[in-house]
């Protein structure tokens, strides 16, 4: 396979070396030999991690155990960096100076490298290179149980964080649990799975001359309170003797922080002698025989963010039993030689065992490579290349720039006395680049949950992002990939309830219709996580459910539909898009009339509930600025979110060429500003369409009624088939 | 061997999309769960039915799960069939479907692992609820926020008296006297109402074909003159359940309860039966709708402040 070089990165990436051989020694290893597939490629190792009598794996410290672990020639490797620094962060830095990296990449997984890791990425970005944190695990967990040291970690942190341009974990646990621990800001966060460790594994020998003798269980890797092995040893003792004589049971690895319990089980234990227990850090050839001379693999974990031995369980094909904790549950999604038990329940463990003779000598192909990774890789340092040699911004929005200035200049929101000029936001004419679509999303739903609804496949669950987890649910065919995604950026209030269900009917539809279809709740809202909400922020959530929306579609043409206020989010997020139609549905053409619109409903709604009466808008307008927010109805508004929406408008969306747009007013004072809204995009040379529906578009009043209530139902109908049309004729015509 | 089957894991994410099998129906939710050490008391949070969807309104049954996850109490909060990411058409029955969905929701719960559960029912939600709760023996206590237990005109359908008084009242007329805009607002509606019924009218005239497509409730559904689910609710006080009404002073069904003389004697009758298993929680302004933010917070209080009581535990924090 022939391989571009990207001539212009040069990447080195700093982990542990083998002096204090880990998991994490074995992946700097293989992330060095993929990456140098396509750059230039070094590694600067960390030598002594700690004083040695500190390490709980003190025993095998500068043991030649890491023997798979050999650079290619064409990787140069410095090996490495001492704890106390001296002389070797000395060459350490002059390493660096050769080879004049572009991108460094931090294998993080414990504390104890922290400040080597902050000297040596502040070097280096003053160099100009860009930074990449590639997450193991948030800390050691038996670093963190000593005296000070997560104290110390949380304290350091924030210093290396703000280097860095770019983070990279394993899982979407991961996505979830390491920003909740660490504050990753505005960077790049991407998920790029872990590769197998090819290296480790031999060529199985056949296993038929096997069949008679005793199925071959393992379990290896350090033993820690956390690694379960006393559940295995417990399940393994379950097992009645005529059950317990068809295994063997092999435990390989060293005992870290004094934890016995495997040990004092295997002692008691009426099976003992049916069990094997290696006590010590094995070399990388035994491990590789253990490996190969196993029937099945047994991972007991209690916790965990990712596991080595697990991926040469996957690398091996072997029948691996292992808990669904953590981002284990990922790792094996795809693996179809994997039993999933739950943590800490022999009995399941124990059930699980005695399934294993039944699939003994089998293997499974193994979902995962590093071609993944090189592929994450690639788009990551493409990104971290485009925030243009500067640190990301730190409000991570789409890029907005100035234009010519609106002519309407003097904003008032109640429609009679001007606001402090303060207040208002200066008109902007809104261009979204195209290229500066958010890139750090996981772009997977995580918590989620299918089902199918009437041939329609519906995922909802959770987006998950630095600054917080949206709400999404996917609609797409269940039978066919859809040709098209189409991103709904919903009304906001008392509206986004009274059009909830029609977004979901018109979803539905869509999606039986071939095409795929995203909803989201915006931050703060509803069912996502809280979030400051700004029309910005807004644009942005709509861009990162469209991305994701993409990813597991695959769909090539994008279009959004704004509902009432949302279609100046959709309009915004629709700049980003060159060829995406767009759809509206009883625009908001101007946020400051609609906020006179929502501050009349207010009152009337109060005269209504014969509550007392509400106070004026001038005085809800005072609330909002001395107190940040305001009630509005039931409804919490933001003082940054009426900022920035009482300064929006429409017309301002201007695409750079002719795009496609379809405007459904419904009946209403909305309306009345559509005319000029389709004049004025017309004159940019889009194409247009307008077509009215009959129903009401201050829907927060709709009146009850079994009669009302079907008039209603078929008008939705009929507007929705409009859209639907509408929407595949565009594409259809090449969009 | 299939593929990796899913279990149960200790290392629970905190909110997580469910999908329930009601019936023929498929059943959104959202299960919020402590990061550690979860109490054996479960709640579940049920919305008021059309126009709503499993946050409630403003997020306050979201902001309730959070709180309760803080305080190691789970919960599940969840769509009505035909109402948010659920499938069907809602029904608005008092049994039947939206029971189902409740049974359905308290099963998932239980599934969990809770073995007592607190159901928190919002206007019609705590309807089916109490008539799902009523056959189980888990139901360690219910919420029930300004429940309808008297309709208008107590058989299902405002009387016409009760309707004209809806739009010709004091604060009305005063304020179409008064306040131009809504002026505007009072007579546009009218007349778009007025417009709708026509258009519907002529077309059923012109098609000769009922033009509702709203199911018509059923024999078992249509509730009679009395209060609902009068008979559901003393079995639940008199089990030991701890029950409680929360009302604002300006809540409609408040108000129809005071004015219905057999719903009023109903209720002092099972107050007066076990005066402990039923409270009677009343704030001042409207609760009904949810439509104070001041008010929501008081009932998002409430409803941890009861959790941790039954748990056993004291709250944590507040807010």
């Given at each position: 396979l022939h391989r571009v070089k990207h001539d212009n990165e040069r990447v080195v990436i700093v982990g542990s070396g083998g002096h204090f051989a880990s998991g994490i020694s074995h992946y700097t290893y293989m992330l060095s030999c993929t990456l140098k597939e396509e750059y230039e490629t070094g590694a600067l190792l960390m030598r002594r991690l700690v004083p040695k009598r500190l390490y709980p794996g003190r025993d095998h410290v500068g043991a030649p155990v890491a023997s798979a672990v050999v650079y290619p020639p064409d990787v140069p490797v410095y090996d490495g960096v001492d704890w106390y620094w001296g002389a070797s962060l000395t060459k350490a830095l002059r390493y660096l100076d050769c080879q004049r990296p572009t991108v460094v990449i931090f294998q993080w997984w414990a504390g104890a490298v922290l400040h080597t890791y902050l000297r040596l990425a502040k070097y280096a970005a003053r160099h100009g290179a860009k930074i990449i944190l590639e997450w193991h695990e948030s800390q050691d967990v038996g670093e963190a149980a000593m005296p000070g040291t997560r104290r110390y970690v949380q304290l350091l942190m924030p210093r290396l964080l703000s280097l860095v341009d770019g983070h990279v974990v394993h899982s979407d646990f991961d996505l979830r649990t390491i920003p909740s621990a660490y504050q990753l800001g505005n960077s790049i966060v991407r998920v790029i799975p872990h590769g197998p460790y090819s290296h480790l594994v031999t060529e199985a020998p056949p296993t038929d001359g096997r069949k008679e003798s005793p199925l071959q269980l393992l379990y290896f890797g350090v033993v820690r309170p956390f690694k379960g092995v006393e559940d295995l040893v417990t399940a393994f003792s379950m097992l009645d003797r005529d059950q317990a004589r068809q295994f063997r049971l092999t435990v390989v690895g060293e005992t870290w922080e004094k934890w016995t319990a495997p040990d004092d089980a295997i002692a008691r234990s009426p099976h003992a002698d049916l069990i094997d227990r290696v006590d010590r850090y094995v070399s990388d050839e035994e491990l590789a025989a253990y490996v190969a001379q196993a029937d099945a693999i047994v991972l007991p974990y209690h916790r965990s963010s990712m596991s080595g031995p697990l991926h040469i369980a996957l690398t091996a094909g072997l029948p691996v039993v292992v808990t669904a904790v953590g981002g284990l549950l990922e790792v094996v999604r795809d693996y179809e030689g994997a039993v999933l038990v739950p943590p800490q329940d022999p009995a399941a463990l124990r059930d699980a065992l005695r399934k294993l003779p039944a699939v003994r000598g089998q293997r499974y192909p193994n979902p995962n490579s590093w071609q993944q990774t090189l592929a994450g890789y690639r788009t990551l340092i493409s990104d971290v290349r485009r925030t243009g040699g500067i640190r990301p911004p730190t409000d991570r929005t789409p890029r907005v720039t100035d234009g010519p200035r609106s002519k309407l200049t003097a904003m008032t929101t109640d429609g009679n006395r001007p606001v402090a000029a303060s207040r208002v936001k200066p008109q902007?004419?809104?261009?979204?680049?195209?290229?500066?679509?958010?890139?750090?999303?996981?772009?997977?739903?995580?918590?989620?949950?299918?089902?199918?609804?009437?041939?329609?496949?519906?995922?909802?669950?959770?987006?998950?992002?630095?600054?917080?987890?949206?709400?999404?649910?996917?609609?797409?065919?269940?039978?066919r990939p859809p040709s098209g995604s189409l991103t709904v950026c919903s009304s906001l209030f008392a509206e986004q309830h009274t059009d909830y269900r029609r977004e979901v009917r018109l979803a539905r539809m869509l999606a039986s219709a071939g095409l795929a279809v995203a909803r989201f709740h915006y931050r703060g809202l509803g069912n996502s996580t809280p979030g400051p909400?700004?029309?910005?922020?807004?644009?942005?959530?709509?861009?990162?459910?469209?991305?994701?929306?993409?990813?597991?579609?695959?769909?090539?043409?994008?279009?959004?539909?704004?509902?009432?206020?949302?279609?100046?989010?959709?309009?915004?997020?629709?700049?980003?898009?060159?060829?995406?139609?767009?759809?509206?549905?009883?625009?908001?053409?101007?946020?400051?009339?609609?906020?006179?619109?929502?501050?009349?409903?207010?009152?009337?709604?109060?005269?209504?509930?014969?509550?007392?009466?509400?106070?004026?808008?001038?005085?809800?307008?005072?609330?909002?600025?001395?107190?940040?927010?305001?009630?509005?109805?039931?409804?919490?508004?933001?003082?940054?979110?009426?900022?920035s929406l009482v300064a929006s408008r429409l017309a301002e969306a201007l695409p750079r060429q002719p795009r496609r747009i379809l405007l459904q007013p419904f009946r209403g004072p909305r309306a009345v500003g559509v005319e000029q809204l389709a004049a004025d995009w017309t004159a940019r040379g889009c194409l247009v369409d307008v077509q009215p529906t009959k129903l009401v578009e201050d829907s927060w009043f709709i009146p009850d009624g079994a009669a009302v209530a079907a008039s209603v139902h078929d008008t939705e109908e009929q507007l929705m088939a409009d859209a639907r049309d509408w929407l595949l004729s565009s594409w259809g015509n090449g969009g | 061997m299939s593929s990796p089957t899913p279990v149960a894991s200790t290392d629970t994410p905190l909110e997580t999309a469910r999908y329930l099998q009601s019936g023929t129906e498929t059943v959104f939710a959202v299960y919020t769960s402590p990061a550690s050490s979860p109490t054996d008391l479960g709640v579940l949070l049920a919305h008021s039915g059309p126009n709503n969807f499993s946050a409630h309104r403003n997020g306050v049954w979201t902001s309730i799960s959070r709180r309760l996850q803080r305080e190691g109490i789970p919960s599940l909060r969840f769509d009505f069939a035909g109402t948010g990411e659920s499938s069907g058409e809602f029904v608005l029955r008092l049994d039947g479907q939206p029971a189902a969905d409740v049974a359905a929701a308290m099963d998932a719960l239980r599934a969990t692992g809770c073995r007592r559960l607190l159901v928190v029912g919002s206007c019609f939600g705590g309807i089916p609820s109490v008539v799902a709760g009523v056959a189980r023996r888990d139901v360690a206590g219910m919420i029930l926020v300004s429940p309808p237990l008297v309709l208008p005109g107590a058989g299902g359908m405002a009387s016409f008296r009760e309707r004209l008084r809806e739009v010709i009242n004091g604060p009305t007329l005063r304020t179409v006297v008064t306040n131009g805009e809504y002026r505007r607002w009072f007579f546009g509606r009218l007349a778009s109402l007025a417009r709708t019924k026509a258009t519907v009218r002529v077309s059923r005239l012109t098609s000769r074909t009922s033009a509702s497509r709203t199911p018509e409730p059923s024999a078992a559904a249509r509730p009679g003159p009395g209060m609902l689910i009068e008979s559901e609710l003393a079995r639940l006080v008199m089990t030991g359940g701890h029950i409680e009404m929360v009302f604002g002073t300006s809540d409609d069904n408040l108000a129809r309860i005071e004015g219905h003389a057999e719903a009023s004697r109903a209720l002092r009758r099972l107050r007066d039966r076990r005066p402990a298993g039923l409270v009677w929680t009343v704030f001042d302004g409207a609760v009904h709708g949810l439509e104070d933010v001041a008010l929501q917070e008081q009932l998002i209080h409430l409803v941890v402040e009861r959790a941790c009581d039954l748990t056993g535990r004291p709250p944590a924090a507040a807010g």
């Open positions: 902007t004419h809104v261009t979204v680049e195209p290229d500066s679509l958010p890139a750090s999303v996981g772009l997977s739903l995580a918590n989620s949950a299918r089902t199918i609804v009437a041939g329609v496949l519906e995922e909802a669950g959770f987006l998950m992002r630095p600054d917080g987890a949206l709400f999404v649910v996917l609609h797409r065919p269940a039978d909400a700004s029309l910005d922020a807004f644009t942005q959530d709509a861009l990162d459910v469209t991305l994701a929306a993409r990813r597991p579609t695959s769909a090539s043409h994008v279009a959004f539909l704004g509902e009432g206020v949302g279609s100046l989010v959709a309009s915004r997020a629709w700049l980003a898009y060159q060829d995406a139609p767009l759809l509206l549905w009883k625009p908001v053409s101007d946020g400051a009339q609609y906020f006179r619109d929502l501050f009349r409903a207010r009152l009337i709604a109060a005269t209504r509930a014969h509550a007392p009466r509400a106070g004026t808008t001038a005085e809800l307008l005072a609330a909002l600025a001395s107190e940040g927010h305001v009630d509005v109805m039931g409804f919490t508004l933001a003082a940054s979110l009426h900022e | -």
